[in-house]
């Protein structure tokens, strides 16, 4: 029995019960199997493995930030380039500046605050975050790893951590309207977007990223090319419900998911209600729902997590007594695995043609520009692993629904993403919530694997 227990000490066990004469009990024997794994341990731990961040100073960083642009339900509405965004990164760069960092504005619009390496010709490793919300969203989003890398900063500071790699901190400028930061930084923002007036803020884009501090002149010659950095991590809640699911502490970001996206018109014969025959009429709203179905029934079909949704539905012209003649619809599809995203299509495609020819009806497709998956680094992906197995924490490989600003970043150096659960999977919405203990899990991870990273 007890060398079923303690495995491998059998040798030391006898040898311990004829220095005594006998038996040993349960407390040598207990003894005697700890020598064992003390001598074959690995080579003793850095002295950084055993570093912690201050779990208490960021949760309370996190009420100070939520306090611009927040609303009475808990919420906040901090829109990228808006009068809370600037007081909110106003405050950000104050408190970079109060734990020795030097936090500058980039031609983009960018808050990038940078720590010099040791190592000559070092490339740098990023890692950071946005802090704009989408309206009357929440106080997590973004915020948790803008925060995080703070934190990750003040506590080398703090242990005389000299990086070997240049450390470069980023707050994301206006994240939620399409990594607008992000994009700027790998120069993908041309003379016309910058021209354009965008039709929420009424206003250029160029005139915006001026109002931040950004340089929209200096931007079309800004750009970041791929293997220009040695790295990029982003800490993020994960805004969904699985790590909550599988009781999970942490999840190892496999990659974003790519999207493909469609505009239908389902286009039939609006008459009269009430004059009109059931049989014979041509009903697109019927079509319409029906092409809606079988959506949900292909993506369905396949294992894997893809999913699919339909999230706008117009009815024309939308009266009472009128069949219904026009419909204008969405369908979007996700996934890590672009290719199978067209197969999905294409049944799809299949099915609304049946559809569209039993109900006499007609369908157009306008395909939007694709968003490419962008998938996770694998040496990044196992030094997260590590981290996390090295603070004694849960965690799990998985692929990240929503759109972050790392997966611009893939696009010119190895990525990697850490998830922390979402309380419900509540995201872009006032009850959005993340425990304080995870928060601080989270940013633990962060730390630990960015100083693997930087020991290479």
């Given at each position: 029995?007890?060398?079923?227990?303690?495995?491998?000490?059998?040798?030391?066990?006898?040898?311990?019960?004829?220095?005594?004469?006998?038996?040993?009990?349960?407390?040598?024997?207990?003894?005697?199997?700890?020598?064992?794994?003390?001598?074959?341990?690995?080579?003793?731990?850095?002295?950084?493995?055993?570093?912690?961040?201050?779990?208490?100073?960021?949760?309370?960083?996190?009420?100070?930030?939520?306090?611009?642009?927040?609303?009475?339900?808990g919420g906040v509405s901090r829109v990228g380039f808006g009068d809370a965004?600037?007081?909110?990164?106003?405050?950000?760069?104050?408190?970079?500046?109060?734990?020795?960092?030097?936090?500058?504005?980039?031609?983009?619009?960018?808050?990038?605050?940078?720590?010099?390496?040791?190592?000559?010709?070092?490339?740098?490793?990023?890692?950071?975050?946005?802090?704009?919300?989408?309206?009357?969203?929440?106080?997590?989003?973004?915020?948790?790893?803008?925060?995080?890398?703070?934190?990750?900063?003040?506590?080398?500071?703090?242990?005389?951590?000299?990086?070997?790699?240049?450390?470069?901190?980023?707050?994301?400028?206006?994240?939620?309207?399409?990594?607008?930061?992000?994009?700027?930084?790998?120069?993908?923002?041309?003379?016309?977007?910058?021209?354009?007036?965008?039709?929420?803020?009424?206003?250029?884009?160029?005139?915006?990223?001026?109002?931040?501090?950004?340089?929209?002149?200096?931007?079309?010659?800004?750009?970041?090319?791929?293997?220009?950095?040695?790295?990029?991590?982003?800490?993020?809640?994960?805004?969904?419900?699985?790590?909550?699911?599988?009781?999970?502490?942490?999840?190892?970001?496999?990659?974003?998911?790519?999207?493909?996206?469609?505009?239908?018109?389902?286009?039939?014969?609006?008459?009269?209600?009430?004059?009109?025959?059931?049989?014979?009429?041509?009903?697109?709203?019927?079509?319409?729902?029906?092409?809606?179905?079988?959506?949900?029934?292909?993506?369905?079909?396949?294992?894997?997590?893809?999913?699919?949704?339909?999230?706008?539905?117009?009815?024309?012209?939308?009266?009472?007594?009128?069949?219904?003649?026009?419909?204008?619809?969405?369908?979007?599809?996700?996934?890590?695995?672009?290719?199978?995203?067209?197969?999905?299509?294409?049944?799809?495609?299949?099915?609304?043609?049946?559809?569209?020819?039993?109900?006499?009806?007609?369908?157009?497709?306008?395909?939007?520009?694709?968003?490419?998956?962008?998938?996770?680094?694998?040496?990044?992906?196992?030094?997260?692993?590590?981290?996390?197995?090295?603070?004694g924490l849960s965690s799990k490989a998985m692929p990240s629904g929503a759109?972050?600003?790392?997966?611009?970043?893939?696009?010119?150096?190895?990525?990697?993403?850490?998830?922390?659960?979402?309380?419900?999977?509540?995201?872009?919405?006032?009850?959005?919530?993340?425990?304080?203990?995870?928060?601080?899990?989270?940013?633990?991870?962060?730390?630990?694997?960015?100083?693997?990273?930087?020991?290479?």
């Open positions: 029995m007890w060398q079923r227990r303690v495995g491998g000490v059998a040798d030391v066990v006898a040898a311990g019960s004829l220095a005594h004469g006998g038996a040993m009990n349960r407390r040598e024997v207990v003894a005697a199997a700890a020598a064992v794994a003390v001598g074959r341990r690995r080579p003793s731990q850095p002295e950084w493995a055993g570093w912690r961040v201050d779990g208490d100073r960021i949760n309370r960083w996190l009420d100070e930030l939520g306090r611009f642009g927040a609303n009475p339900d965004d600037l007081q909110a990164r106003a405050w950000f760069m104050d408190l970079m500046r109060s734990v020795g960092l030097a936090p500058a504005v980039d031609p983009a619009g960018n808050i990038l605050a940078k720590v010099d390496g040791a190592e000559p010709g070092a490339k740098p490793l990023i890692f950071g975050s946005h802090i704009d919300s989408v309206p009357n969203g929440g106080r997590y989003d973004g915020t948790v790893g803008s925060l995080a890398a703070v934190e990750v900063a003040t506590t080398l500071r703090s242990r005389g951590y000299r990086n070997r790699h240049p450390f470069w901190l980023a707050v994301w400028a206006d994240e939620e309207s399409g990594l607008v930061g992000s994009r700027g930084f790998l120069g993908a923002i041309g003379p016309d977007e910058l021209a354009a007036t965008r039709t929420k803020d009424r206003e250029p884009l160029g005139a915006l990223i001026k109002r931040v501090g950004g340089d929209p002149e200096a931007v079309a010659g800004y750009r970041h090319d791929r293997g220009s950095i040695a790295g990029y991590l982003e800490l993020h809640i994960e805004q969904g419900g699985l790590l909550e699911q599988w009781g999970t502490d942490i999840g190892v970001v496999q990659g974003i998911v790519g999207i493909l996206g469609f505009d239908v018109v389902v286009t039939g014969f609006a008459n009269h209600a009430g004059t009109t025959p059931m049989v014979g009429r041509r009903n697109a709203l019927l079509a319409a729902s029906e092409l809606a179905l079988a959506v949900d029934r292909v993506v369905k079909s396949q294992p894997g997590r893809q999913v699919g949704t339909v999230g706008r539905f117009e009815v024309r012209p939308g009266a009472q007594n009128v069949i219904p003649g026009e419909v204008h619809l969405s369908i979007e599809l996700r996934d890590l695995d672009m290719a199978k995203l067209e197969r999905l299509w294409r049944e799809i495609e299949t099915a609304g043609n049946a559809i569209m020819r039993r109900r006499a009806t007609s369908w157009t497709v306008a395909r939007r520009p694709a968003n490419v998956a962008a998938v996770s680094d694998l040496s990044v992906r196992g030094a997260v692993t590590e981290a996390a197995r090295g603070l759109g972050h600003d790392a997966q611009n970043l893939a696009r010119i150096g190895p990525m990697g993403m850490i998830f922390v659960p979402s309380v419900g999977g509540i995201s872009h919405a006032p009850k959005e919530f993340t425990a304080p203990a995870d928060v601080t899990n989270g940013v633990n991870v962060l730390l630990q694997t960015l100083l693997r990273l930087d020991q290479g």
